[in-house]
T-cell receptor, first 117, second 117 residues
Framework: GAGVSQSPRYKVAKRGQDVALRCDPI?????LFWYQQALGQGPEFLTYFQNEAQLDKSGLPSDRFFAERPEGSVSTLKIQRTQQEDSAVYLC???????????????FGPGTRLTVT | AQKITQTQPGMFVQEKEAVTLDCTYDTSDPSYGLFWYKQPSSGEMIFLIYQGSYDQQNATEGRYSLNFQKARKSANLVISASQLGDSAMYFC??????????????FGTGTRLQVTL
């Protein structure tokens, strides 16, 4: 596949349920990012992996949010005991040194729209 | 203080005309990168153009150019010869830190561009 893929595209969860969101980055991309985009807002950073190492998780809003990338490729964002304020689009992006000066542009997936009822 | 400010919630432009989308940024880091992304209604963020803080010339990519005014801390996107397919949300984003590394992006709130006949 050429791009970043995410699944599911849509998820409806009842408050209190756990959810797992999957991201398949572009093959060979070592850097992977998760962002949360609330309605009408720009994406906000959640966490960052380089290969399997989680180098920055400063954006995770609470300890109910957990992300992993055990083999350095596919990543999963897990939200435990979902709450209504977790409703948003969750975007995954991957990045790699480019041949154009290493600007590390991030390539985004289509996102998972999570609705908590 | 907002790190990325986009003051135009919505813009209209006639087909084949040029349009400028405003972006100002705030950072004390001497090394940073500025990005513009397009987000159509499908939700995927599409990378458009990049400007590094040390780049001497304004970036250009096809019909997109970035008007980089470092002293004013502005990085406006210029779209020439607008097309109906340019109708979308446009986000300005910044990466702080050394331009040779991957790191999180901070996004503005976006500008919705509508191209009319």
């Amino acid at each position: 596949g050429a791009g970043v893929s995410q699944s599911p595209r849509y998820k409806v969860a009842k408050r209190g349920q756990d959810v797992a969101l999957r991201c398949d980055p572009i093959s060979g991309h070592v850097s992977l990012f998760w962002y949360q985009q609330a309605l009408g807002q720009g994406p906000e950073f959640l966490t960052y992996f380089q290969n399997e190492a989680q180098l920055d998780k400063s954006g995770l809003p609470s300890d109910r949010f957990f992300a992993e990338r055990p083999e350095g490729s596919v990543s999963t964002l897990k939200i435990q005991r979902t709450q209504q304020e977790d409703s948003a689009v969750y975007l995954c992006a991957s990045s790699h040194p480019t041949s154009r000066g290493g600007n590390y542009e991030q390539y985004f997936g289509p996102g998972t729209r999570l609705t908590v009822t | 203080a907002q790190k990325i400010t986009q003051t135009q919630p919505g813009m209209f432009v006639q087909e084949k005309e040029a349009v400028t989308l405003d972006c100002t940024y705030d950072t004390s880091d001497p090394s940073y990168g500025l990005f513009w992304y397009k987000q159509p209604s499908s939700g995927e963020m599409i990378f458009l153009i990049y400007q590094g803080s040390y780049d001497q010339q304004n970036a250009t990519e096809g019909r997109y150019s970035l008007n980089f005014q470092k002293a004013r801390k502005s990085a406006n996107l210029v779209i020439s010869a607008s097309q109906l397919g340019d109708s979308a949300m446009y986000f300005c984003a910044m990466r702080e830190g050394h331009t040779g590394t991957a790191s999180k992006l901070t996004f503005g709130t976006g500008t919705r561009l509508q191209v009319t006949l």
